[in-house]
C-alpha cells in the first residue's frame, strides 16, 4: 500500500517541450536577431566613424579664441 498522494505517473516534473513551446522560442530568437541587427546598421548610418567631422588643432583655436 503506498501512501496518500497522487500516483507516481501524474507527478510534477520536466516536460517535453511542446510544440508552441519550440515555435515561441524561435520566435523571441528571431525577434532579438531582428532588433540587434536593426540596432547594428544604425549605429553604422548615424554613429561610425565616417559619419564624424574631421576636427584639427587650428579649428578648435579658431573656435574658442576668436580674432578681435
Do not use: N
Request: hydrophobic fraction near 45%.
Amino acid at each position: 500500500m503506498t501512501g496518500p498522494g497522487p500516483p507516481l505517473e501524474s507527478a510534477p516534473g520536466p516536460q517535453a517541450p511542446t510544440r508552441f513551446g519550440q515555435a515561441l522560442k524561435r520566435r523571441i530568437a528571431v525577434t532579438i536577431s531582428l532588433k540587434l541587427a536593426l540596432l547594428i546598421v544604425l549605429y553604422l548610418l548615424f554613429f561610425s566613424p565616417s559619419q564624424r567631422p574631421h576636427i584639427d588643432d587650428a579649428a578648435i583655436d579658431r573656435h574658442l579664441l576668436p580674432t578681435r
